[in-house]
């Protein structure tokens, strides 16, 4: 009986300092510090995130977007106008339906040659680069030449040179299988997440896609480079190869859009430094431009899917009129 009453006591005692503890802090016990307090300042009370989100920078839009001034051409397969400056979507048609981008492919081909080729290399031309048909786009070169990385990126940007994207390809990945993976990894990083390519240069193949505003994004990723919009503006190139026997030759390459050719002409108001075309029967005629307004604010345009060139020009002329040019449709 002693014994039960000493651990009832012992018991009534315990009970009498949790209530005090109780009083002492309030609803409930405390310790004489905040842990949870503590832990939410150490834990939570942070910016935990501090450099730039993906897309703040880019123009994003996941629908059509009419613009005022234009009017829609239903015949095309995709249409875009952006504005760089101001992180906008001028105007959207199907930019994110899944098309065939012909040589527009060879803007992904351009921005692995600046990230990771030396321009400065002296690349060797294998008859890969040189097995094309006399219809298709090529830069004259030869089996055996030795020719600049950067003449070669100038061929492909330029002039279009199917046998230029090959060259490139074969140097920066070893084979064009091997690039193929280079180019599919790179749109992925851009975010250009509806691409999938199997060559540099655009040539017909099923399993290789795009979409308008892929392009958009990997055409943006281009143009920061001051090296690219370099290329894009000069009226013509003078490449310099010496052949497999020895014999140096030059090789002149002219742009393959209609502007920069003086053979469409932008609206008043616009600068248009230059771009990179597309043709074949599945695509349709392509181009995709970067220009400036008056104020030399920046912008990308893209006409994809076009029945002709006539069409073409006449639908990117129309658009940058009422998108870059404010509505004038005046031409220089």
């Known amino acids: ?6 651990k009832t006591k ?6 009498v ?22 832990y939410e300042h150490s834990n939570y009370d942070k910016n935990l995130y501090q450099g730039s989100l993906f897309a703040e920078d880019l123009c994003v839009t996941d629908k059509d977007v009419p613009l005022a001034g234009f009017t829609e051409d239903t015949s095309l397969h995709a249409a875009g106008l952006f504005d760089l400056k101001d992180e906008e979507v001028l105007y959207a048609y199907q930019l994110h339906e899944k098309l065939f981008p012909a040589s527009t492919t060879k803007v992904m081909t351009a921005y692995l040659t600046l990230k990771y080729g030396n321009l400065d290399d002296i690349v060797t031309v294998s008859s890969d680069a040189t097995d094309f048909a006399a219809d298709e786009q090529t830069c004259n070169l030869r089996t055996g030449d030795q020719i600049s990385l950067y003449d070669l990126l100038c061929g492909l940007v330029l002039h279009s040179g199917n046998d230029c994207a090959v060259a490139i390809a074969e140097h920066l990945g070893g084979s064009v299988e091997e690039f193929a993976v280079m180019m599919n990894r790179e749109a992925k990083a851009l975010g250009a997440t509806n691409t999938h390519f199997v060559n540099p240069h655009g040539l017909q193949d099923e399993d290789h896609y795009t979409t308008a505003y892929d392009l958009y994004l990997m055409f ?9 919009l370099d290329i894009i503006s000069l009226p013509s190139y003078t490449g310099e190869l010496t052949g497999a026997d020895g014999v140096y030759r030059t090789e002149q390459w002219l742009p393959t859009n209609y502007y920069s050719l003086g053979e469409a002409y932008a609206p008043y108001g616009v600068n248009i430094f230059g771009g990179k075309t597309g043709t074949t029967d599945e695509a349709g005629s392509c181009v995709i431009l970067y220009s400036q307004d008056l104020e030399n604010n920046p912008y990308i345009s ?31």
């Open 220 to 228: 943006n990723a281009c143009v920061k480079d001051q090296r690219f």
């Open 17 to 38: 300092c949790l209530i005090l503890a109780f009083t002492t802090t309030g609803c409930g016990f405390r310790p004489s510090y905040d842990q949870a307090a503590a």
């Open 10 to 15: 012992r018991k009534l005692g315990a009970a």
């Open 302 to 332: 893209i006409v994809m899917g076009a029945n002709d060139k006539t069409i073409l020009y006449d639908d990117m002329t129309n658009l940058l009129a009422a998108g870059a040019a404010g509505g004038s449709y005046d031409t220089e």
């Open 1 to 6: 009986m002693r014994y039960i009453k000493t």
